[in-house]
Every structure is written in structure tokens, then in C-alpha cells.
T-cell receptor, first 111, second 110 residues
């Protein structure tokens, strides 16, 4: 069963625009991760945010976490064609290192 | 470092045939995982290992077996392949929450 659910399922924007995708989950977590998957490739870790954090930045990425709403958002600023990929959230809970992945958001950035 | 590698990259099997997928990592990670990815389903955990000689079932273990005889290798076996096992298989490894993924194996069962 999926813990995190990404929204929207698909997003199409122009280069230079910002892209925002959201992840909602159902049970309490101790961390949430975002991964990127380029077509035909494995997933690549982008960022991890812990349950006691509200916001993290990494380059053009900004991740927020609202534990009261059980949701997270990933913002990619000034998007590039190379950002075209699927983005997955993965939630972690309890004492396990095993995350539960959502179904992903497919992002297309048009040049 | 090569990171996480998977062998083979592609395979076509007939129903009932068996095969083994090999995953190798050179990062000395304790944890290793096998996932399958199907359209619209995201990643589903098949089996995982928390250290050499250990294995445990994930979300969708039926029809698969695994072994972790060496710390750097994690093998996924299909004893009698079924069309429902057509999928892309990913191996991953980690020391903590951040997972490192291999490039995937695309398996088709006819």
C-alpha cells in the first residue's frame, strides 16, 4: 500500500517557470524524501526532510513539510528542460530505514 | 565507484522459466532492496536485507526469492516466471534513509 500520494500526477510547464508538486500521506512519519527518476533510469535522491523540520533548500529545490496537514511540497524554481522527469516522495516512519514510495508526478518542461 | 549495478539490463522469459537478477554495490552499504516498478503503481518493495546473510519480505514477495551471501551482492530469483512478473526491477542500497538505485532490469515474461 502506498503511504505518500503525489499530486498532480502530471505537470507540463515552460522552461523558466516554477514547478510545484505535492505529497500527502496518511500516518505519522519521521522523515520524508524526494527522488527524481529520468526516463529509463533509476531513482536519484534529491532531499530528505525530517519531521521536526519545516523547510529545506538544495540549489533550485525547496521542500516544505506540514505535519499537521500530513503533506509536503517540492518546488523547483526556474525550471529547465533537464528537469523533465518523474518525481517521487517517500515516507519513513518508526525505526525502519525502509521508505514507502508514492506513485510519482511526471514533470515535462518544454524548452 | 560504480555505485549500484544490475545484471542483466533486459531479459525476455517464457512462462515457467527461471532466472536470477544480480545486484552489486561497492559502497559497503548494509541495507539492500529489490523493488518492482509498474506503470501507475510506483515502486513496490519485493524483498530487502539488513545485512549479509539476512533477508526479509516486503510488500509483494510472492513468486520471488532472494539471497545475500555476500555483503556487496543481493540476488533476486524467479523460480517459475509468470506474465504478472513483467516489470522493471530496481535494486537499491543504503546505510540509512537515503537510497542509491541501480539502473534497472526490464523483464518481460511471455
Amino acid at each position: 500500500s502506498q503511504q505518500g500520494e503525489e499530486d498532480p500526477q502530471a505537470l507540463s510547464i515552460q522552461e523558466g517557470e516554477n514547478a510545484t508538486m505535492n505529497c500527502s500521506y496518511k500516518t505519522s512519519i519521521n522523515n520524508l524524501q524526494w527522488y527524481r527518476q529520468n526516463s529509463g533510469r533509476g531513482l536519484v535522491h534529491l532531499i530528505l526532510i525530517r519531521s521536526n523540520e519545516r523547510e529545506k533548500h538544495s540549489g533550485r529545490l525547496r521542500v516544505t513539510l506540514d505535519t499537521s496537514k500530513k503533506s509536503s511540497s517540492l518546488l523547483i524554481t526556474a525550471s529547465r528542460a533537464a528537469d523533465t522527469a518523474s518525481y517521487f516522495c517517500a515516507t519513513g516512519s518508526g525505526g525502519s530505514y525502509i521508505p514507502t514510495f508514492g506513485r510519482g508526478t511526471s514533470l515535462i518542461v518544454h524548452p | 565507484n560504480a555505485g549500484v549495478t544490475q545484471t542483466p539490463k533486459f531479459r525476455v522469459l517464457k512462462t515457467g522459466q527461471s532466472m536470477t537478477l544480480l545486484c552489486a554495490q561497492d559502497m559497503n552499504h548494509e541495507y539492500m532492496y529489490w523493488y518492482r516498478q509498474d506503470p501507475g503503481m510506483g515502486l513496490r518493495l519485493i524483498h530487502y536485507s539488513v545485512g549479509e546473510g539476512t533477508t526479509a519480505k516486503g510488500e509483494v514477495p510472492d513468486g520471488y526469492n532472494v539471497s545475500r551471501l555476500k555483503k556487496q551482492n543481493f540476488l533476486l530469483g524467479l523460480e517459475s516466471a509468470a506474465p504478472s512478473q513483467t516489470s522493471v526491477y530496481f535494486c537499491a542500497s543504503s546505510t540509512d534513509y537515503e537510497q542509491y538505485f541501480g539502473p534497472g532490469t526490464r523483464l518481460t515474461v511471455t
